[in-house]
């Protein structure tokens, strides 16, 4: 897109969307309402878009990412994959695409799993957040990028309380999810439709 097209009637440039920003939702639709800074949405508990991703081997493994130490947000805590905010304009798929890139060094075809909603208070930050779940196969050894990933692991089934602390969304995947139903999307995908899980959940943590 050209300069021109992208300046509005005042002659300026229009504002390019950001990684440092969140998209606020209405809470009774999930629709667009603005965008807001990510540390500031996250002080004020304000309701706003995610993505994630739960990456998978043929046997069912799950992969775990340590958050690098030096993030503001649950830095040194266990997740799962991949997890991260969509910039405004961007789809959750494209959002997907590009954190998992971004965090691991890794392209794989990605299916919609699940929405889901929660709210949790993590330190003097609250997560409040509506998230598009996204299930991916991984056939080959991830690169974690250091600023994003301090360290990766393959768990199997039940292992996850060995890197507990998890950060609460990627605990609430586990109970949510459990095991075999992400393999099953990844590996032999009969469905593509997400399944949503309702209202927002109050996580205790």
Known sequence: MSDALEKGRSGRAAPRPTTREVVLLDPATDSPIGTLGKHAAH???????????????????QLLQQRAFTKYHCPGMWSNACCSHQMAGETSLAAAQRR???????????????????????????EHECVDVFVGLCDVRPRPNPKECADIAWTHVGEQDVFAPLTPWSAYYFELFGWEWPRQRAVSPQDETARDFGPVRTLAY
């Open 100 to 126: 998992l890139y971004e965090e691991l060094r890794l392209r794989t075809t990605l299916r919609p799993l699940a929405r889901v909603r929660y709210k949790a208070r993590v330190g003097r930050l609250i």
């Open 43 to 61: 002080q004020a508990g304000l309701y706003h878009a995610a993505i994630s991703v739960i990456l998978v081997d043929r046997t069912g493994r």
